[in-house]
């Protein structure tokens, strides 16, 4: 008995070794998959954007200043020239927060009267706002220290803050957009990646391949209705966030839709080149987790894309649900410029032009 079972065991490790699918599985997903974790994985907020207004010339606000200048959380300082220029560098997310220095810092200060900093935050990415928020409250009670044991009275600097698009910071008003782009882009690759591997378990692919239509017209056939299916249960998420969890939309849903549509066939180009490859429905749905862990991760969704080191930030360029993410939180919680739109809109269509092509040449290679 033991021995029929060790036979046993030993063929189905051979089986495995000689199996190029499970060894890229076993031997190399996981490494592959903590190297990324270990990058991008990270509660720390980094790598940040602020935006700096200063209306006083006196030695305090200079000094305040020199504080943020000299953190390391703070690696690109946007100087603005007047209150007009805040709105625009936060809705266009250039910065996540920009601070208010007003004319009589300095001179409310040596009069030892509290003058108040004001900082702005965007409230679309509400876990890192909040962390910044305590960053930049601790280093102006470090400073506030500093100027009392210069014999200073009462609390020189008070900080007055407000969160733009989510004033209260709603874990769900955040949380939702990104969801809602990645639950999506996950119907849409369930669709498209088990399309043709089904058809060639199933013994069908063959009935298709001696019929009439071109391997195009195929291919045709299997992504419109991917398209199709994953746009109907992105409207009943929207539909569920907005009436049921009450998260807003307060920008353009032709928009939404119009980027959604473009999205979707990045996701379904990237899914069909999956299937193409894949020889079983079991193979397909292993080649869309090794695809999917990775991309969600480096997406935005669990943590900052500011956060990562470089050569992963460009990596995320190339990643749909990263620049939909961002149309998403735009969408749902202010009315997101057209430019900024298209300036996420684009990427996409070059990831989708660039999948669906290939795609289409793996799947002609693969018929002829």
Request: hydrophobic residues 50%; contains cysteine; proline residues 6%.
């Amino acid at each position: 008995m033991w021995r029929r079972t060790l036979a046993l065991i030993v063929k189905e490790l051979l089986a495995s070794a000689r199996d190029p699918h499970t060894r890229w599985v076993v031997l190399f997903s996981p490494p592959f998959l903590l190297l990324i974790y270990a990058f991008a994985i990270t509660q720390e907020v980094k790598n940040v954007s602020m935006a700096i207004l200063n209306e006083d010339i006196g030695l305090e606000s200079r000094e305040l200043i020199s504080r943020f200048e000299g953190s390391t959380t703070f690696d690109r300082l946007l100087y603005l020239k007047g209150v007009s220029e805040i709105a625009p560098a936060i809705e266009s997310q250039d910065v996540i927060l920009a601070i208010y220095i007003r004319s009589d810092f300095s001179r409310r200060i040596a009069a030892g009267e509290p003058a108040t900093v004001q900082l702005l935050l965007d409230g679309r990415r509400s876990n890192a706002a909040q962390i910044l928020l305590g960053y930049t409250t601790r280093i102006i009670e470090r400073l506030n220290s500093e100027f009392a044991e210069r014999g200073g009275t009462g609390p020189p600097a008070i900080v007055i803050a407000r969160a733009w698009f989510n004033p209260n910071f709603e874990p769900l008003w955040s949380a939702v957009p990104a969801l809602f782009a990645v639950l999506t882009a996950v119907v849409g690759f369930m669709v498209s990646s088990l399309a043709v591997a089904r058809e060639r378990e199933l013994g069908t692919f063959e009935q298709l391949l001696v019929s009439p239509l071109r391997p195009i017209e195929i291919l045709a056939g299997k992504t419109v209705p991917a398209l199709l299916i994953a746009l109907a249960s992105a409207t009943a998420m929207l539909a569920l966030g907005w009436l049921v969890l009450d998260v807003p939309v307060r920008g353009s849903l032709p928009l939404l839709y119009f980027s959604m549509t473009i999205y979707l066939a990045a996701i379904i180009g990237i899914g069909l080149f999956i299937s193409s490859i894949a020889a079983t429905q079991q193979q397909a749905v292993i080649g869309l987790f090794i695809y999917m862990m990775p991309a969600v991760l480096l997406s935005g969704y669990a943590t900052p894309v500011e956060n990562m080191p470089d050569w992963l930030q460009w990596l995320t360029e190339t990643n749909p649900i990263t620049h939909f993410i961002v149309i998403c939180k735009g969408v749902f919680l202010k009315s997101l410029p057209v430019e900024v739109i298209v300036r996420h809109t684009w990427p996409m269509a070059l990831i989708a032009a660039a999948t669906l092509s290939t795609g289409t040449w793996l799947f002609r290679r693969r018929v002829t």
